[in-house]
Structure formats: structure tokens, C-alpha cells
């Protein structure tokens, strides 16, 4: 009776290591895009393209891919960082040396 027993457990649990859950599959994130991936149509419509962006303290750039509407968010972004940043220095009315503001 007990080899029955265990033998009975033992098929239970090789049967449920045989049949995995399904798996859902999640949207591609157009940011998380890969480099496998360039030119395929990404989940929001666009092109996948992939940009090699140099890294300060690198020599190595950085090789990212995304969809292109996440490239131009991506870009504005940059453009306004930079146009914000330049703004900033150029309305600051210190010379530099500190203690004179």
C-alpha cells in the first residue's frame, strides 16, 4: 500500500511538471526595444530604429533602440532639458566668483 501511495504521489507531480502554465504575453514596451529588433514594427505602430549615444566618462557609446514616436518624445525632452539649461546661465546675474550675488 505504501509504494502505491508514493508511486501515485511521484505521477501526480511528474504530470504537473509536465504541463507548465500558460504564459501571457505582455505588450513590447517601445522603450524596451532591443537591438534584434531594428526595423520591425513596433506595438504603437512605428518602426523600431536603434541610435548609438555617446556616455560622458565612456568611450564606448550607449546603444539604445526605441519606436520612433518614442525617439521624438525623446528628443523634445533633450531639446527642452538643453534649451532650459541655457536659459538658466544666460538669465543668472552672477559673474561666477562666488559671494558676489
Excluded: Y
Excluded at 43 to 52: K, M
Excluded at 64 to 87: G, L, P, R, V
Excluded at 90 to 101: A, H, M, Y
Amino acid at each position: 500500500m505504501r509504494k502505491a501511495l508514493i508511486g501515485w504521489a511521484g505521477g501526480i507531480l511528474l504530470v504537473a511538471c509536465a504541463n507548465p502554465p500558460p504564459v501571457q504575453t505582455a505588450a513590447i514596451n517601445p522603450n524596451d526595444a532591443t537591438t534584434s529588433m531594428e526595423g520591425q514594427v513596433s506595438p504603437d505602430g512605428t518602426v523600431i530604429v536603434c541610435r548609438s549615444i555617446k556616455q560622458t566618462g565612456s568611450r564606448f557609446p550607449l546603444h539604445e533602440c526605441k519606436s520612433e514616436k518614442a525617439w521624438a518624445k525623446f528628443d523634445a525632452m533633450t531639446k527642452e532639458n538643453a534649451k532650459t539649461a541655457i536659459d538658466k546661465i544666460q538669465r543668472n546675474g552672477c559673474p561666477g566668483t562666488p559671494g558676489n550675488c
